[in-house]
């Protein structure tokens, strides 16, 4: 009789499910995810109810929205109860509750959603504050707003530095030191569960003004102190120009009206 009792108690578990469980979903943005129901069919009797973060979003087999219509037009119920969102945005992360209501008993099923953005193309620059008197530059790989991804640097296939989030939103940056004369192939990954960029480098573009900076100069007077004599030479050398040109316009100004008065003094020698 017990064991029986044990028997039925498991099949039960088994059909209604475990309501304090939570399957974790993970969709990229406009794609579509279907939340399925865990059961094979549903009778016309039974009652079918969705909700999205307490809000209920569709019932039986009639979707129904929140007053914002956030899901107008993107909603459908299978004959299973189960639920399909199409065209997904990212305002669609949340908790999703399934309630299947059979006689006196209740089939829940809970899904945490979260809708990813894809990933944008990661950006590489040089860092010139970091050039020195060694044949070297130090790059650095940034993307911005990311989240549950790996940063990665690739010198062909091999992997020589990576940095992660999880669960935090932030924006990154991986530095990588190379050599101006470097042949290697090397490229920027970053990647997540669902999708991955990647952006490849030209070492000697991007290592050209470092290059440039790694003369005597830099090592007598130091990487930052360098660049700020090239920017004032550079401002010294429009001030000369600009200075040039109103010289110019002020010759020709003046011989203009010493020309005017020529010919008004010639004017009155004739009238005379």
């Given at each position: 009789?017990?064991?029986?009792?044990?028997?039925?108690?498991?099949?039960?578990?088994?059909?209604?499910?475990?309501?304090?469980?939570?399957?974790?979903?993970?969709?990229?943005?406009?794609?579509?995810?279907?939340?399925?129901?865990?059961?094979?069919?549903?009778?016309?009797?039974?009652?079918?109810?969705?909700?999205?973060?307490?809000?209920?979003?569709?019932?039986?087999?009639?979707?129904?929205?929140?007053r914002?219509?956030?899901?107008?037009?993107?909603?459908k119920?299978?004959?299973?109860?189960?639920?399909?969102?199409?065209?997904?945005?990212?305002?669609?992360?949340?908790?999703?509750?399934?309630?299947i209501?059979?006689?006196?008993?209740?089939?829940?099923?809970?899904?945490?959603?979260?809708?990813?953005?894809?990933?944008?193309?990661?950006?590489i620059?040089?860092?010139?504050?970091?050039?020195?008197?060694?044949?070297?530059?130090?790059?650095?790989?940034s993307?911005?707003?990311?989240?549950?991804?790996?940063?990665?640097?690739?010198?062909?296939?091999?992997?020589?530095?990576?940095?992660?989030?999880?669960?935090?939103?932030?924006?990154?940056?991986?530095?990588?030191?190379?050599e101006?004369?470097?042949?290697?192939?090397?490229?920027?990954?970053?990647?997540?569960?669902?999708?991955?960029?990647?952006?490849?480098?030209?070492?000697?573009?991007?290592c050209?003004?470092?290059?440039?900076?790694?003369?005597?100069?830099?090592?007598?007077?130091?990487?930052?102190?360098?660049?700020?004599?090239?920017?004032?030479?550079?401002l010294?050398?429009?001030?000369?120009?600009?200075?040039?040109?109103?010289?110019?316009?002020?010759?020709?100004?003046?011989?203009?009206?010493?020309?005017?008065?020529?010919?008004?003094?010639?004017?009155?020698?004739?009238?005379?």
């Amino acid at each position: 009789m017990i064991c029986t009792f044990v028997l039925l108690l498991l099949n039960l578990v088994g059909v209604f499910g475990d309501a304090d469980a939570v399957e974790s979903v993970l969709v990229m943005e406009g794609d579509s995810v279907t939340l399925n129901s865990g059961v094979t069919e549903v009778q016309r009797d039974d009652d079918i109810e969705w909700r999205f973060n307490s809000i209920r979003i569709a019932k039986a087999n009639i979707p129904q929205y929140d007053r914002d219509e956030r899901f107008r037009d993107r909603l459908k119920l299978d004959r299973t109860g189960s639920l399909t969102i199409t065209n997904t945005r990212t305002t669609d992360s949340g908790l999703y509750k399934l309630t299947i209501t059979v006689g006196d008993n209740e089939i829940i099923n809970t899904f945490n959603v979260t809708v990813d953005a894809p990933l944008s193309i990661p950006v590489i620059t040089s860092d010139i504050s970091k050039c020195s008197s060694s044949p070297t530059c130090v790059l650095v790989c940034s993307v911005m707003d990311v989240i549950r991804v790996n940063l990665s640097w690739y010198k062909g296939i091999s992997l020589l530095s990576r940095i992660s989030v999880s669960d935090i939103r932030i924006s990154l940056s991986l530095p990588l030191e190379v050599e101006y004369q470097d042949n290697n192939t090397y490229r920027c990954v970053v990647n997540s569960p669902l999708s991955n960029q990647t952006k490849h480098v030209c070492i000697t573009d991007l290592c050209r003004l470092c290059s440039v900076l790694s003369s005597d100069e830099v090592h007598y007077f130091g990487g930052t102190e360098a660049v700020i004599r090239l920017v004032v030479t550079a401002l010294v050398g429009v001030a000369a120009v600009a200075a040039f040109i109103v010289l110019v316009y002020d010759i020709r100004l003046r011989r203009a009206e010493l020309e005017r008065h020529q010919t008004h003094n010639d004017g009155s020698k004739i009238l005379k």
